[in-house]
């Protein structure tokens, strides 16, 4: 009589293929993995989540999957000492010297750095120090500074300091639409309006600060007034009527009233 084949085996028996040996059923069961072993180690409610984590070195996964890490310890000051140089256009040595002395007292005072007013190289130098607690610190101070390189006041700029949803976004005529000539400087007035009315408009209706610097455009502010702003310039920009830029604003400050 032939040899049974393997689909012809009887189910209590498996064959080891190395050696061409029946295994009995008691292996088959030793081979099986238990789910309730594979399933995650669950923390000791008991135990505080930080204490359990301090005291074991294994990865523990949460309810959800998600891996428990211990929380980062507190360091004292920073790793090491960091240097930023912050360029100073020609036009705005002038104005930051004069505007020095209200410059200079939230970096030492609040951020804790050291900084100077290179004069030779034209540039703002500031550095970080063992007294220096923030480890955002010495990029807040350099967004500080250059907001002010830009043409913004120093009271707009400190705003950088103190909230952390601010962001200057920065884009020139050019990329919206190429005018030269007279074309580019109608649209430059266009967006200036008469006495900077135009601007002051967009500013109060958005929320924002904006700079007028030649063909480039500086807006500080939140995500959303940005893109506000950003719609409204853009707009007079392509040749829109400035009434209609004008009601459309009035209609946005509207909203946002209502908003908050």
Do not use: C
């Not at 064959?15 to 180690?41: G, H, K, R, W």
């Not at 135990?47 to 990865?59: G, Q």
């Not at 410059?103 to 951020?111: A, D």
């Amino acid at each position: 009589m032939p040899a049974p084949t393997a689909l012809q085996r009887q189910p209590e028996e498996i064959v080891d293929d190395a050696e061409n040996v029946p295994l009995p059923m008691e292996v088959e069961d030793e081979l099986l993995i238990d789910p309730a072993s594979s399933a995650p180690t669950e923390i000791n409610p008991s135990i505080s989540a930080p204490a359990a984590l301090e005291n074991d070195t294994e990865m523990h996964i949460d309810e959800e999957g998600r891996p428990k890490f211990a929380p980062a310890k507190n360091t004292d000051g920073p790793l090491k000492v960091e240097t930023r140089k912050v360029p100073i256009p020609p036009h705005r040595m002038t104005p930051l010297k004069a505007s020095w002395p209200k410059i200079y007292p939230p970096l030492v005072e609040h951020l804790k750095l050291q900084v100077r007013m290179n004069i030779k190289n034209r540039a703002v130098e500031l550095r970080s120090s063992k007294h220096t607690s923030d480890p955002g610190a010495l990029q807040k101070g350099e967004d500080f500074v250059k907001a002010f390189s830009l043409g913004f006041d120093v009271d707009d700029a400190i705003a950088l300091l103190r909230l952390d949803d601010l962001y200057i976004e920065t884009f020139e005529i050019k990329d919206v639409k190429t005018l030269t000539g007279e074309h580019l400087g109608r649209a430059i007035g266009r967006i200036a309006g008469k006495d900077g009315k135009m601007k002051f408009a967009i500013e109060n209706a958005s929320r924002t600060r904006v700079v007028l610097a030649d063909q480039k455009i500086h807006i500080l502010g939140g995500f959303r007034n940005i893109h506000i702003a950003r719609e409204a310039i853009v707009s007079l920009i392509l040749g829109s009527p400035p009434g209609k830029v004008y009601g459309n604003l009035r209609t946005v400050a509207s909203r946002m009233k209502e908003r908050f």
